[in-house]
């Protein structure tokens, strides 16, 4: 009678869900309410289930969700109840105590990738926006566009014999006020 309301969950599967729980607990002093800590767990987990890049559109599929929690999980990238920089500096604290020893390091100090992208935008009224030097070689491209300029920060990690980028933090770095 139990497995008609409860279903059985293999073994694995909850393993998995209370490693990704207790790499989620230190970051609780950045959510104001325990409802912004478990929306940040649900947003956490459709980023890893996504099936593509489409921003809060493909969380939502991902989560197998309906089109109207929409706005829901887009609310919560608004609201004020989740602390960015405590979060990002809670973040760095927990990949040094979970990567403490799959971390490369050189000379004693971890390696630190650096990357910056920049993404056209057509909006008229969205944050960030401005306009952008393209380098680019060829005249096919025109040599400025309106968009973000997005930079991001990861430590290298080997795991398997694999090198990971674990990401630290990504930031519209230009155009914002």
Known sequence: MSTLFFPRVPQ?????????WRALQPLRPAC???????????????????????????????LGWSEASYYGVLHFFHSPALDLELLTRLWQETLQRLFRRPLVRVNGRAVVLVDGLKRPKEGKKMPGVKSLHQESHGNAKASFIMGH???AVAVLAQAAGVYLAVPVAARIHEGVV
Do not use: E, N
């Open 32 to 62: 104001a309410r325990t409802t912004t800590l478990l929306w940040l767990a649900v947003v956490l987990a459709a980023l890893c289930l996504r099936p593509d890049l489409a921003g809060v559109t493909s969380l939502v599929r991902g």
């Open 149 to 151: 300029s997005l930079q």
């Open 12 to 20: 694995r599967s909850v393993l998995l869900w209370r490693a990704f």
